[in-house]
């Protein structure tokens, strides 16, 4: 799966395991993105932050919720970690959307509420309940996340570096959430496929409505 994931990304954008830059460092007169250069281009550039930030606002709460029932419990531990890396996705959103005035999705609240119950809900299965959520929503993530690294690199990879620099690595964390869901039996909950495939639909819609509303 790993490989089927990473191989839709053109070889040029495949950086996983290699040594990261510090996010922080760059040389641009501005900090990640670029100055729109017309109304077309701003709305791409809107649509893509708002709603990467709010798929790192809904990972947040899933596991927010996730540790609310499973905290205790030797998987604890994981699942705290998995949850550290993304509230450091989060913060770096809420920076940029900030730097550029971006809104966010209205619909914040809805999803964290429902980011929570998924959560909370998947980890009411166990373990592997919990790991198959994780598996099916950082797979969609990082199918996301691919699919900007795509359209950026064919518009202009020169002019997005800093951001195609973010992206690629929290894609790659993703993908290791993805791939920690898989080594920790995600795939022995019972209905593990419909499962998996409930919740990708529902990532699915999440998106397609995060960068509209």
């Known amino acids: 799966m790993q ?3 990473s191989e839709r990304c053109p070889a040029v954008i495949r950086q996983r395991l290699k040594c990261r830059v510090p996010l922080q460092q760059s040389s641009c007169a501005y900090s990640v993105v670029p100055p729109p250069r017309d109304s077309e281009e701003k709305k791409m550039l809107h649509q893509f932050l708002r709603v990467d930030h ?3 606002y809904g990972a947040n709460r899933i ?3 996730q540790m609310a029932v499973l905290g205790r419990s030797r998987t604890g ?4 970690q998995m949850w550290d890396q993304e509230k450091k996705h989060l913060e770096k959103f809420n920076e940029i959307l900030a730097e550029n005035r971006i809104r966010p999705t209205a619909l914040l609240p809805l999803w964290n ?6 959560g909370a809900s998947s980890a009411l299965l166990g ?3 919990a790991m198959a959520c994780t598996v099916a929503v950082e797979e969609s993530i990082t199918e996301h996340y691919n699919s900007q690294i795509r359209a ?3 518009r202009d990879p020169e002019r997005y570096t ?3 620099q973010i992206i690629k690595e929290f894609r790659d964390d993703e993908l290791e959430h993805h791939d920690t869901g898989l080594e920790h039996d995600a795939e022995m909950v019972p209905g593990y496929w419909l499962l998996k495939n409930a919740i990708q639909l529902g990532c699915k819609a999440a998106i397609f409505v995060s960068q509209r509303v």
């Open 3 to 5: 490989r089927a994931l």
């Open 77 to 80: 531990s994981l699942i705290q």
């Open 113 to 118: 509420i429902t980011g929570f119950l998924l």
């Open 63 to 65: 596991y927010a919720g």
């Open 54 to 56: 709010a798929g790192e």
């Open 152 to 154: 950026l690199m064919e």
């Open 162 to 164: 800093e951001l195609l």
């Open 127 to 129: 373990k592997q309940g």
